[in-house]
């Protein structure tokens, strides 16, 4: 069930397309010397489009950020110029990464997940109304074929 939801977030055009652009940019350095830039270059865009969709399965904002952040922390791995940008991209993703964990907010559209009353708002809200009473539903008569509207 939630591997059909990842499935159908992906297939949309707004993100198909840039995870399979940034799929192509990751392999380009399998194919032609880069130099780690376009590979880069799609981790990043892998990990914004595929934190996107993270977020909207979720309905938390910040994993689209989190997301992102692990897209450019794996520029680390894929440039290889120096120790000094190495450390760079791990500081800008780990930043992206805690910027997004110390939001904790959450998408304010209707389509998400609502969010749930924690036990001491459901505790206060039952002293406060009381127990809740079922609703009985009425039994559907069957019209009579005699009677005339």
Same mark, same amino acid.
């Given at each position: 069930?939630?591997?059909?939801?990842?499935?159908?977030?992906?297939?949309?055009a707004g993100?198909?397309?840039?995870?399979?652009?940034?799929f192509a940019?990751?392999?380009?350095?399998?194919?032609?010397?880069?130099?780690?830039?376009?590979? /880069?270059?799609?981790?990043?865009?892998?990990?914004?489009?595929?934190?996107?969709?993270?977020?909207?399965? /979720?309905?938390?904002?910040?994993?689209?950020?989190?997301?992102? @952040?692990? @897209?450019?922390?794996?520029?680390?791995?894929?440039?290889?110029?120096?120790?000094? /940008?190495?450390?760079?991209?791990?500081?800008? @993703?780990?930043?992206?990464?805690? #910027?997004?964990?110390?939001?904790?907010?959450?998408?304010?559209?209707?389509?998400?997940?609502?969010?749930?009353? #924690?036990?001491?708002?459901?505790?206060?809200?039952?002293?406060?109304? @009381?127990?809740?009473?079922?609703?009985?539903?009425?039994?559907?008569?069957?019209?009579?074929?005699?009677?005339?509207?």
């Amino acid at each position: 069930r939630t591997l059909r939801r990842w499935v159908d977030e992906i297939i949309r055009a707004g993100v198909l397309l840039p995870v399979g652009a940034g799929f192509a940019l990751l392999l380009s350095g399998l194919v032609m010397p880069t130099g780690g830039v376009l590979p /880069t270059a799609g981790a990043v865009l892998l990990g914004d489009r595929l934190g996107l969709v993270w977020a909207r399965i /979720t309905g938390r904002r910040a994993r689209h950020q989190i997301g992102l @952040g692990i @897209g450019i922390a794996c520029g680390a791995l894929l440039t290889r110029w120096s120790g000094v /940008t190495d450390a760079l991209f791990l500081v800008g @993703g780990g930043a992206v990464i805690l #910027s997004a964990i110390s939001r904790r907010s959450r998408a304010p559209d209707q389509e998400e997940r609502p969010s749930r009353r #924690s036990k001491r708002e459901r505790s206060e809200r039952s002293e406060r109304e @009381g127990p809740r009473r079922k609703r009985r539903r009425r039994k559907r008569v069957p019209a009579d074929p005699r009677r005339r509207r």
